[in-house]
């Protein structure tokens, strides 16, 4: 079992930067491949980034290559969303999610836990 605790979301302008953070918290030493997607009203929930448990590998949706980078801390109790150049159309609820298996990342199907969310909100 893991818990996910997403936070840093918040109402920004256009163009502006957040970082978004994810607690991970496991009774277990698993070793989980981390993922970020997000949902906005009325849209399916959309791949936004992943990485591996190493760190080595990561990939990000089209929509935000060159925009956004995934990071995770050495003792891989923390993943972290970097957001720069934010669009209105990056509004949305941001999941943070993990899964023992690093294949298929960018499938939430794949994903076995989940955090609560936490709202970002771009303004134009």
């Known amino acids: 079992q893991v818990q996910l605790v997403e936070s840093g979301g918040g109402l920004v302008q256009a163009g502006a930067s957040l970082k978004l953070s994810c607690s991970i918290t496991?009774?277990?030493?698993?070793?989980?491949?981390m993922g970020w997607f997000r949902q906005a009203p009325g849209k399916e929930r959309e791949f936004v980034a992943a990485?591996?448990?190493?760190?080595?590998?990561?990939y990000y949706g089209d929509s935000v290559k060159g925009r956004f980078t995934i990071s995770r801390t050495n003792t891989r109790n923390m993943v972290f969303l970097q957001m720069n150049s934010l669009k209105p159309e990056d509004t949305a609820v941001y999941y943070c999610?993990?899964?023992?298996?690093?294949?298929?990342?960018?499938?939430?199907?794949?994903?076995?836990?989940w955090g609560q969310g936490t709202q970002v909100t771009v303004l134009s």
């Open positions: 496991s009774r277990t030493l698993d070793t989980y491949a």
């Open positions: 999610a993990a899964d023992l298996e690093w294949e298929s990342a960018t499938k939430a199907t794949k994903y076995s836990s």
């Open positions: 990485i591996s448990w190493s760190g080595t590998n990561t």
